[in-house]
Structures are given as structure tokens and as C-alpha cells.
């Protein structure tokens, strides 16, 4: 099994400021990697995949970037609606893992 | 636009079964890989389980395998759970999701939540 492992598992940032947000796998998934942004009581949505690929519903401060083991998400100036738990998933091999997930926090 | 919805949650003793049902619209289900991801209270995401557009092959995390079954029937655009043998430790939000060739999850349900009395 493919551990994922994020860090830092709390991020606290202030509105404006850019965010960085780490994501590493036990083996190389070569670019199989997502993010996902979940709010309390919500279903989690999808940011990015192909680890640096956008859905076009996404804005455009999100970015992914990364390949074989280690994988980054940034959020370029954050807003309000950002403060959320961010999620990395792998899909490179079964079963298919998640990262605990990092808290970002307002500052 | 592209919809879950699930439905067939609810409180269960420990040893139990109940079946998860999630409705699809707005996208063409048969062309689609679905999956289950649950959320204990509390946690994090865990994939449970997969099936593919086509063909026979399912997919299970280790913890259920032999107790739950993915099933979809592309009829009715419903992908189903089946889950025998539940456990304390299967209570969580279970999530349907819409996969993508790679299995990652492009759509999420709103989730379904499953309590397992022990």
C-alpha cells in the first residue's frame, strides 16, 4: 500500500497570503496524484488531478505541482472561502490512499 | 450538471447488513467508473471501494473485502453498496463519487451516514 503523507497537518495563514501545502508519497506515483478541498459538513471537491491539472471550475490561485514522490498544492493569495481541509489522494496503484490531510487555518 | 445522490444510511447493530444506493444525473453513468469513499466522524478520507465502466472488475480497501460488495446497475443509473458483516468501526459518511480514467473523483455525492451499534 502507498502511504501518503501531508504536511504540515495545520497551516494558519492570513487572508492575501499564499499557501503551500505538502504532499509525499512512500513510492512514485508518477503523476497519478489529486487534491481535494473539503469545508465542515461537506463533501470534499475536487482541485486538481494529474497532479497539476485544473477542472475548469476551479479558480485559478489553486496550482499543483510534483512528480514521483514528492507533490506540492499552492494556493497563491488565499481567500475567505479557502480556510478548508486540503486532501491528496494517489490513484497510481490499488488500493487507492489518501493523505491525512492539512488544515488550513486563518491566521 | 453532474449529480449524486445517496441514500440508505442509517443506525444498524454490529453484525448487520444495509445497502448504500446512489443515483446519478446530469453525465452518462454506463461511460463513468464509480466508487465509495468513506469519512469516519471525525477523520479523514478512505477510499472502500471501485468499479469500472465495463467489465467485471471490483475493487475493495482490505478492511471490507468479503464483507461489502460494489454493484451498479446501468439501467437505472444507480451504483449500490452492499454491506454485510458491519462492524463499529464502518461507521462513517459514506461518499459516492463519479471516477475519471484515472480514478480520481470528479463529482461527489453529499454523502450517506452509516452508524454501527456495537
Known amino acids: 500500500e502507498i502511504v501518503m503523507t501531508q504536511s504540515p497537518a495545520s497551516l494558519y495563514v492570513s487572508p492575501g497570503e499564499r499557501a503551500t501545502l505538502s504532499c509525499r508519497a512512500s513510492?512514485?506515483?508518477?503523476?497519478?496524484l489529486a487534491w481535494y478541498q473539503q469545508k465542515p459538513g461537506h463533501a470534499p471537491r475536487l482541485l486538481i488531478y494529474g497532479a497539476f491539472t485544473r477542472p475548469t471550475d476551479i479558480p485559478a490561485r489553486f496550482s499543483g505541482s510534483g512528480s514521483g514522490t514528492d507533490f506540492t498544492l499552492t494556493i497563491s493569495s488565499l481567500q475567505s472561502e479557502d480556510f478548508a481541509v486540503y486532501y491528496c489522494q494517489q490513484y497510481d496503484n490499488w488500493p487507492l490512499t489518501f493523505g491525512g490531510g492539512t488544515q488550513v487555518e486563518i491566521k | 450538471e453532474a449529480q449524486l445522490l445517496e441514500s440508505g444510511g442509517g443506525l444498524v447493530q454490529s453484525g448487520g447488513s444495509l445497502r448504500l444506493s446512489c443515483v446519478a444525473s446530469g453525465f452518462t453513468f454506463r461511460n463513468s467508473a464509480m466508487n465509495w469513499v468513506r469519512q469516519a466522524p471525525g477523520k479523514g478520507l478512505e477510499w472502500v471501494s471501485s468499479v469500472p465502466d465495463i467489465g467485471y472488475t471490483t475493487y475493495y480497501v482490505d478492511s471490507v473485502k468479503g464483507r461489502f460488495t460494489i454493484s451498479r446497475d446501468n439501467s437505472q443509473n444507480t451504483l449500490y453498496l452492499q454491506m454485510n458483516s458491519l462492524r463499529a468501526e464502518d461507521t462513517a459518511v459514506y461518499y459516492c463519487?463519479?471516477?475519471?480514467?484515472?480514478?480520481?473523483?470528479?463529482?461527489w455525492g453529499q454523502g450517506t451516514l452509516v452508524i454501527v451499534s456495537s
Open positions: 513510492q512514485s506515483v508518477s503523476s497519478k
Open positions: 463519487a463519479k471516477g475519471s480514467y484515472g480514478y480520481w473523483f470528479e463529482v
